[in-house]
């Protein structure tokens, strides 16, 4: 792949994060168009936002905010800033604006942006959903070759992300509005913040990177994007299914196009373990667009809007050489971070109200039993605890006390990690953590540190040889 490509991929993802993470909306146009400026090296930026077209055809639009530019070079019918770009980028559905292509050339040598020495230009359509909701204009007056063709899909990826979040300004959120939870419960400050972006992302269709630990909602936070999306359709593949049928599944065949060409929502579960082949597929279908089907030669559009679910750092995996870079970069342009279960234990009574709901069983969990539970780490995340919860029905017990309670959770073993949180580590590492975090907490006695991690002193030193903790 392209250095240049890969780097670009690279900073939109940064940048994306940058945009969704900004708590204030009314500062959002500064940061995109700073984060534009950095992302492209161009010396002025403008955006502007477009209303729908009226009666007659035309647009209203106005300038959100702006860089590089004077009130006098955007005043005035021979102002520097060209207005006819900007009206060629929002003619019909929006197309880009690349002074390096022939045609758009043409356009800068008739505007008045030629007697302003401005050499290159790049004009982006917002769309939110198909719908234009203005451009990014970006320009310099020093190079005639800063935007090639080449960096388009990545220049419209961020510009796509901007749209997004702009969309923040036209539909701010009211403070008591709940967010909408079809599959997760809890009122948790984090998974609040996840609910939060889960509504932001859900608006647009580009690839979302869903990463956490093992045992958490990845599949759930996925089904929630899927609910407050367009998609009719959601469908889960396991990228640990043979390679062979997941290509036929994916691509399908000349008369019977796959699931990239369909109009749904497809999770891939596990997207680190996809096979080298079909990540080279994957990757090239996200650059371009359109996908092959097997036995084909036909390019058909790629339909399907991609979730991709992991549990490893995709990073270390690419520096390995099991990843590939531009894959990582392509899906990673939207991560949502899906907090462990330790970070969010006062949603325990809604999780377990919400199992027993979902079994048709009636469950009551004790106080006693419940500051037990909030006491203890939970490693395997929900998984565990939906475990617990159906041990615990087995045996027929329609109320929880505290001894009802497996050992481990009595004795509140596992270990919590102060300020852990899953961004993009392997559960390895997180391992290597919870076992340093356990002998720190047993001042280095080791029989104190496996009953507390819920291991034999065997294992524990066994862990200790693996990981070279003294």
């Known amino acids: 792949m392209d250095p240049r490509e890969l780097d670009w991929l690279r900073r939109v993802r940064d940048l994306s994060q940058r945009l969704g993470s900004e708590e204030d909306p009314a500062v959002l146009p500064g940061v995109i168009l700073d984060a534009s400026l ?66 758009d050339r043409e356009l800068l040598a008739v505007s008045s942006l030629i007697s302003a020495g401005v050499r290159s230009v790049a004009c982006l359509p917002l769309r939110v959903r198909g719908a234009l909701r203005g451009v990014l204009y970006l320009d310099h007056r020093g190079s005639e070759d800063l935007f090639c063709e080449r960096d388009l899909p990545t220049l419209q990826t961020f510009a796509t992300q901007a749209a997004l979040s702009l969309e923040l300004l036209e539909r701010p959120r009211a403070a008591t509005e709940p967010a909408a939870a079809r599959f997760l419960v809890g009122e948790s400050e984090p998974l609040q913040a996840l609910l939060s972006e889960v509504q932001r992302v859900a608006r647009g269709d580009e690839p979302v990177l869903l990463c956490g630990e ?13 609910a407050q999306g367009p998609q009719a359709r959601f469908e889960l593949l396991s990228c640990a299914e043979p390679p062979a049928s997941l290509a036929r599944r994916l ?36 650059a371009e667009g359109t996908y092959t089907p097997l036995w084909s030669s036909a390019r058909l559009p790629l339909r399907a809007r991609l979730i991709a679910t992991t549990g490893a750092d995709l990073a270390q995996r690419c520096d390995q050489g099991t990843f590939r870079s531009d894959l990582h970069y392509r899906l990673d342009v939207q991560r949502l971070v899906v907090p462990p279960l330790r970070q969010r234990r006062e949603d325990l009574p809604a999780l377990c109200a919400a199992w027993a709901q979902r079994e048709g069983v009636p469950l009551e969990v004790r106080p006693g039993a419940l500051e ?99």
């Not at 647009?59 to 770009?85: Q, W, Y």
């Not at 929006?94 to 045609?103: E, F, I, Q, S």
């Not at 004795?411 to 580590?425: C, M």
């Open 38 to 103: 950095e992302l492209t090296g161009a010396e002025r930026a403008l955006l502007v936002a477009a209303r729908p077209p009226d009666a007659s055809g035309r647009r209203k639009v106005s300038i959100l905010d702006s860089v590089g530019f004077t009130r006098d070079d955007l005043a005035g019918n021979e102002g520097a800033l060209s207005r006819s770009v900007i009206e060629s980028a929002l003619e019909g559905s929006g197309r880009a604006v690349l002074t390096t292509r022939p045609r």
């Open 372 to 470: 037990r539970m909030r006491a203890y780490a939970w490693p395997g995340n929900l998984a565990e605890l939906e475990s617990e919860l159906a041990r615990l029905r087995a045996r027929g017990l329609a109320v929880v006390t505290a001894p009802d309670l497996s050992q481990r959770v009595r004795d509140s073993q596992g270990v919590t990690l102060p300020g852990a949180d899953f961004s993009g580590r392997t559960l390895q590492e997180l391992r290597e953590d919870a076992i340093r975090a356990a002998l720190d907490e047993c001042k280095g006695v080791k029989t104190r540190a496996a009953k507390k991690l819920g291991i034999s002193r065997s294992t524990l030193y066994h862990l200790l040889a693996r990981y070279g903790i003294e």
């Open 251 to 286: 691509l399908g065949s000349p008369d019977k196009p796959g699931r990239l060409g369909a109009d749904l929502t497809l999770c891939l579960e596990g997207v680190d373990q996809l096979d080298p082949d079909l990540q080279r597929v994957l990757a090239t279908t996200l």
């Open 214 to 226: 093992e045992g958490t909602e990845l599949g759930r936070v996925a089904r929630e994007l899927h």
